[in-house]
């Protein structure tokens, strides 16, 4: 059973478009994340939720909206599609804090995003 | 802003040729040093979280170390299979949630 499942792996779209990336964990965490990875590989946190309240949000564009229906899940939602938008999408949960123990974040295998 | 240095960018070594990767940090008050392992189309997976200066740990050939202001992974006589790149990330005092990752080391090890 795979822990942090995300959906869809690869998503090509034209500028302009909406599209919606989703992500489910079963490992009984109540706490999600959506990373970005740019192709300069840095990871950046874009938001967390915490038991379905938002706990992170960095600086993001508003095109980006993120919702969490239950803690095990946590969808992306973004509008407008543009040309740097195209990167790789990564959810993650961890169980509260990171803050030591098994306390860490479990990453998804990332939904790859390619804006024309 | 804090940041996560990470060197070399890029490692190639022969199978059995050990070597160390560099983490240096500026993450305010840091609480905490992550390593992740991250293979070619995957997510990172975790490896170790390191709290305090002088603390170590291992698994199979790698071994973490931290200082004050950097981490190491050390990894010893490696295989193909360690082939990876390796992430290490900051967590800052003001936020129990947020990892502040490097760039990462993209290590090959040739048989």
């Known amino acids: 059973d795979t822990a942090v499942s995300q959906t869809p792996k690869y998503l090509v779209t034209q500028m302009g478009n909406d599209k919606s990336i989703k992500c489910e964990q079963n490992l009984g965490h109540d706490t999600m994340y959506w990373y970005k990875q740019d192709s300069k590989k840095f990871l950046k946190i874009m938001f967390s939720?915490?038991?379905?309240?938002?706990?992170i949000n960095e600086t993001v564009p508003n095109r980006f909206s993120p919702k969490s229906p239950d803690k095990a899940h946590l969808n992306l939602h973004i509008n407008s599609l543009e040309l740097g938008d195209s990167a790789v999408y990564f959810c993650?949960?961890?169980?509260?804090?990171?803050?030591?123990?098994?306390?860490?974040?479990?990453f998804g295998a990332g939904s790859r995003l390619t804006v024309l | 802003e804090d940041q996560v240095t990470q060197s070399p960018e890029a490692l190639r070594l022969q199978e059995g040729e050990s070597s160390s990767l560099n983490c240096s940090y500026t993450?305010?008050?840091?609480?905490?040093l992550f390593w992740y392992r991250q293979d070619p189309g995957k997510g990172p997976e975790f490896l170790f979280t390191?709290?305090?200066a002088g603390e170590e740990k291992e698994k199979e050939r790698l071994k973490a170390t931290l200082t004050k202001k950097e981490s190491f992974l050390h990894i010893t006589a490696p295989k193909p299979e360690d082939s990876a790149t390796y992430l290490c990330?900051?967590?800052?005092?003001?936020?129990?949630?947020?990892?502040?990752f490097g760039k990462g080391t993209l290590l090959t090890v040739n048989p």
């Open positions: 990330a900051g967590r800052e005092a003001a936020s129990n949630y947020k990892l502040t």
């Open positions: 993450v305010s008050g840091l609480r905490g």
């Open positions: 993650a949960s961890s169980l509260g804090q990171l803050i030591g123990g098994a306390n860490v974040l479990t």
């Open positions: 390191l709290y305090s």
């Open positions: 939720y915490n038991n379905k309240e938002l706990i």
